[in-house]
């Protein structure tokens, strides 16, 4: 069975730093790109960015640029997300999602498999 | 950046019904758009990809229409495990949106 694990909820203080992890099982990891997906509390869904396992090839959303970093670690076939110095507002669930898509042709297959999500708190 | 917005925002509805909605992108997208729905405090889940396929294991009472930068997600005959909120994304020059949502609840 396709899965994806994500580590397990956070609780941080503003200032510190994060990163939470998405492993995958199942299937060959490195053929599919993993994407993030931040919702925000009774908020809607919002695309941060995604990474290729096989080669590391990462793009971003414009507005999560700067302030998160996806990286990949092929060996351990896990995708992580960081950022460096949270606020207050960073306070979400954040999940991962398998990717798939002909993106030279503009043929998307949708975000298919997911995580089951990483419950992030923030205190000021 | 492309964006896309939903109509309606909510709606109400009675088990049995039809239900439809729509998401409208600022530009062409072709067909690269999908459909998810998500029940509270769970995961999404796909229910819909490239504009009118329909994902696996998926219901056929749901289906997905439309190109270019109008699209319709439809559920024949609401069901009660359907009450729920529907999200649609796009994708664009590798990068994605996804719709502000329609929650379709209880009349």
């Known amino acids: 069975e396709v899965q994806l694990v994500q580590s397990g909820a956070e609780v941080k203080m503003a200032g510190e730093s994060l990163k939470i992890s998405c492993t995958g099982s199942?299937?060959?990891?490195?053929?599919?790109?993993i994407g993030w997906v931040r919702q925000m509390p009774g908020k809607g869904l919002e695309w941060m960015g995604m990474i290729y396992l096989g080669d590391s090839d990462t793009r971003y959303n414009p507005s999560f640029q700067g302030q998160v970093t996806i990286s990949a670690d092929k060996s351990s076939s896990t995708a992580y997300l960081h950022r460096s110095s949270l606020e207050a507002s960073d306070t979400a669930m954040y999940y991962c999602?398998?990717?798939?898509?002909?993106?030279?042709?503009?043929?998307?297959?949708?975000?298919?498999?997911w995580g089951q999500g990483t419950t992030v708190t923030v205190s000021s | 950046a492309i964006q896309l917005t939903q109509s309606p925002s909510s709606l109400s509805a009675s088990v049995g019904d039809r239900v439809t909605i729509t998401c409208r992108a600022s530009q062409g997208i072709g067909t690269a758009l999908a459909w998810y729905q998500q029940k509270s405090g769970k995961t999404p889940k796909l229910l819909i990809y490239d504009a009118s396929s329909l994902q696996s294991g998926v219901p056929s009472r749901f289906s997905g229409s439309g190109s270019g930068t109008d699209f319709t997600l439809t559920i024949s005959s609401l069901q009660p495990e359907d009450f729920a909120t529907y999200y649609c994304q796009q994708f664009n020059n590798y990068l994605f949106t996804f719709g502000p949502g329609t929650k379709v609840d209880v009349k």
């Open positions: 199942g299937y060959s990891f490195l053929s599919y790109w």
């Open positions: 999602a398998i990717t798939r898509g002909s993106w030279a042709l503009n043929y998307y297959y949708g975000m298919d498999v």
